[in-house]
């Protein structure tokens, strides 16, 4: 079974490949190609994996080209993990929407938007030539902003592909873990879009267990989204929400801790991987170990600013193990190659589960996955206050889709109004200028 990994000379792409490296089922990934058009990257991360693979029986074959056509052709499944403009990019993205007092994360406020806004088209174009040269594969996308960029992508591939993302899993675990349950066996209600939902329930042998955490403060305090968030407003909520939503809720004190950050968070990986890729540029550079070290050192400083803001101190040492999305990624291949059935958090289609939404509104649940892809699964209805920020937000990502569509300046400036964290049109319009200005391939919006 082959695997196409665009994107391929990424800096996570070697967790994806330790996964691979630990499934020895029948019908497992046998080749795996990676596409990139950075060709120094594409060797580097090569070299990475090879060391990975040394003295490891049966290990999936690895080519690697700058040729994406060639890439797409046979594949069985396809992960897309691409970040367009790279990580100058997504500091850019930062920069531009700091110096208008508002957020500039990269899925989240103006940053997510100017992300998607140079995403969609390549993102598209990506999903044209799977429809053209692999039309049976499976399409897994990474990229973000994740719900986002499957949602274009449905247009053109319908159910075939699936957005994943480590943030649900990883809060579940969280959560099932100081409740004292395993959390491979607690069933989790989530809820929402990607980057953009709450934890309602986990269920231990049947039995909902978030009440009794909601009871009990000092239990409540002492995993990270408590400490992030605080006892008090988790309990005004009676749900945990993901990390994310300290955007949202916290956004004053989110912006002021990121303009007086010596570095924002893209700029750090910008640098951080310069590094990496610099030093795999000499030859006898350990290559496993320079990653490893340097994976370290990025997942202590995740959402480093808002822990600062919220005064919630270092992550837990059981959270800086690898996000998990490669786990996912696994579970979800074998799921439908192997028809192996598996209940998990993707971005799919809405279909009727979020009566305030379209069917074609890709939402993030969970799902019961089979041979034949991933099915919503039904859930409850979102109270007032979470509906009205779906709903808000999923408006914003329309517009997001229709200005890559049509090209429209205009399109592009309501976008940027209507999302709740830009407080101005006035200040949408300066975004809008600033990231053309900023992004060559932002030149498309005119009018």
């Known amino acids: 079974m082959q695997l196409t990994i665009l994107g391929g000379g990424g800096f996570r792409v070697p967790l994806v490949y330790g996964a691979l490296l630990g499934d020895r089922a029948e019908g497992r990934v046998t080749d795996v190609v990676l596409h990139d058009l950075d060709a120094g990257r594409l060797d580097a991360v090569a070299r990475v994996l090879a060391e990975q693979a040394a003295g490891v029986p049966g290990a999936p074959a690895v080519t690697a080209t700058t040729d994406l056509d060639e890439a797409l052709r046979g594949a069985d499944f396809v992960?897309?993990?691409?970040?367009?403009?790279?990580?100058?990019?997504?500091?850019?993205?930062?920069?531009?929407?700091?110096?208008?007092?508002?957020?500039?994360?990269?899925?989240?406020?103006?940053?997510?938007?100017?992300?998607?806004l140079r995403t969609v088209p390549v993102a598209v174009d990506i999903a044209r030539r799977v429809a053209r040269l692999a039309p049976d594969a499976w399409v897994i996308n990474f990229t973000n902003p994740a719900g986002l960029v499957t949602e274009a992508m449905s247009r053109h591939l319908g159910n075939r592909v699936i957005g994943i993302c480590d943030s649900p899993v990883?809060?579940?675990?969280?959560?099932?873990?100081?409740?004292?349950?395993?959390?491979?066996?607690?069933?989790?209600d989530y809820v929402g879009l990607n980057h953009l939902g709450w934890l309602r329930g986990l269920r231990i042998a049947g039995r909902d267990e978030l009440p009794r955490l909601l009871a009990d403060p000092e239990l409540l305090g002492s995993f990270e989204e408590g400490r992030l968030f605080g006892v008090d407003w988790l309990r005004s909520l009676g749900a945990i929400p993901n990390e994310y939503l300290h955007y949202y809720y916290f956004n004053r004190e989110a912006v002021a801790a990121y303009q007086a950050a010596e570095q924002t968070r893209g700029a750090f990986l910008r640098d951080q991987q310069a590094r990496f890729y610099e030093a795999l540029g000499h030859p006898g550079a350990p290559a496993l170990k320079t990653w490893d070290a340097t994976r370290a050192e990025r997942e202590a400083t995740y959402m480093a600013e808002n822990r600062e803001a919220a005064g919630a101190g270092e992550r837990a040492e059981e959270d800086l193990g690898s996000g998990g999305y490669?786990?996912?990624?696994?579970?979800?291949?074998?799921?439908?190659?192997?028809?192996?059935?598996?209940?998990?958090?993707?971005?799919?289609?809405?279909?009727?589960?979020?009566?305030?939404?379209?069917?074609?509104?890709?939402?993030?649940?969970?799902?019961?996955?089979d041979a034949n892809g991933a099915h919503p699964m039904a859930v409850g209805p979102l109270p007032g206050h979470a509906t009205g920020l779906v709903c808000s937000v999923k408006a914003v990502e329309r517009e997001v889709?229709?200005?890559?569509?049509?090209?429209?300046?205009?399109?592009?400036?309501?976008?940027?109004?209507?999302?709740?964290?830009?407080?101005?049109?006035?200040?949408?319009?300066?975004?809008?200028?600033?990231?053309?200005?900023?992004?060559?391939?932002?030149?498309?919006?005119r009018g």
């Open 79 to 116: 992960f897309s993990a691409i970040r367009v403009g790279g990580l100058e990019g997504r500091a850019a993205d930062e920069r531009v929407a700091l110096a208008e007092g508002v957020l500039g994360q990269e899925t989240v406020g103006a940053g997510g938007i100017a992300y998607g």
């Open 326 to 369: 490669e786990k996912v990624a696994l579970a979800l291949m074998r799921a439908i190659a192997r028809d192996e059935r598996a209940t998990l958090i993707l971005n799919v289609r809405n279909g009727a589960t979020l009566a305030a939404l379209d069917a074609d509104a890709v939402i993030e649940v969970p799902c019961s996955v």
């Open 401 to 445: 889709l229709a200005a890559a569509d049509s090209g429209s300046r205009a399109t592009a400036v309501k976008a940027f109004a209507l999302h709740p964290l830009v407080d101005s049109v006035a200040v949408a319009r300066r975004l809008v200028e600033g990231y053309r200005e900023a992004h060559p391939g932002l030149a498309y919006l």
């Open 170 to 188: 990883g809060l579940g675990r969280r959560v099932a873990r100081v409740l004292g349950g395993d959390p491979d066996e607690a069933f989790i």
